[in-house]
């Protein structure tokens, strides 16, 4: 089936730092990506989507200048945590929704956890 | 707005015992429903994928129901076993495989 991957898997940083985390769709194209968050003992909620060559669209109480998402290419899509504090801390999970050839349907990353120090 | 609540919870069975996870969704407009399974500090695993043409998908003592109508989903465990302690995740995948959203999970705990 398909693959996608998210790297780096751990991350821990200093507050103030910038971190980038990526999300790759190994044996298919991806239109589309989502990003999702997920604070310990919570479920997973949606920060935004990513669109091949154009802006991102972030869900409401998600800043867009925190959180910058490129997604250059049909393989690839990053999430940098800019100035990231303790309470960015959380399990970033990326999902990529296939293209034609695969089947219209979404396959999700193993997440990144990040922990800000 | 989508809204997907899972009950129960928690839950938590002796070894070999048959059970049930619930899903429901407020919006019957979906793409398909995934459910995964989550270890303590890991990822995701995805266990079974149901199309929004689908009334139920099986893997192996796993078998997912989906009632799109009543905005309802199952996942039934059949003889459980104490490596199936984990958090189940229902997620709802909506029109055009667009976002996904998910339930908060059912913790389940098998004891020996």
């Known amino acids: 089936g398909a693959v996608v991957s998210q790297h780096p898997s751990w991350v821990i940083c200093k507050s103030g730092t910038s971190v980038k985390i990526e999300c790759r769709s190994l044996?298919?194209?991806?239109?589309?990506m989502f990003w999702y968050r997920q604070f310990p003992k919570q479920s997973l909620m949606l920060m935004a989507t990513?669109?091949?060559?154009?802006?991102?669209?972030?869900e409401q109480g998600v800043e867009k200048d925190k959180f910058l998402i490129n997604h250059a290419s049909l393989t690839l899509s990053t999430l940098t945590v800019t100035s990231a504090h303790p309470e960015d801390s959380s399990f970033y999970i990326c999902?990529?929704?296939?293209?034609?050839?695969?089947?219209?349907?979404?396959?999700f990353g193993p997440g990144t956890r990040l922990l800000v120090l | 707005k989508q809204e997907v609540t899972q009950i129960p919870a928690a839950l938590s069975v002796p070894e070999g015992e048959n059970l049930v996870l619930n899903c429901s969704f407020t919006?019957?407009?979906?793409?398909?429903l995934q459910w995964f399974r989550q270890d303590p500090g890991k990822g995701l695993t995805s266990l079974l994928l149901i199309q929004s043409s689908q009334r139920e998908q099986t893997s192996g003592r796993l078998n997912a129901s989906l009632d799109k109508s009543s905005g309802r989903s199952t996942l039934y465990i059949a003889a459980s076993q104490p490596g199936d302690s984990a958090t189940y995740l229902c997620?709802?995948?909506?029109?055009?495989?667009?976002?996904?959203?998910f339930g908060d999970g059912t913790t389940l705990t098998v004891k020996p």
């Open positions: 999902s990529a929704r296939a293209s034609e050839g695969v089947g219209e349907t979404q396959y």
């Open positions: 919006d019957s407009a979906i793409y398909n």
């Open positions: 997620a709802v995948i909506g029109p055009n495989a667009g976002k996904s959203t």
């Open positions: 990513s669109n091949e060559g154009s802006k991102a669209t972030y």
């Open positions: 044996d298919f194209q991806a239109t589309t």
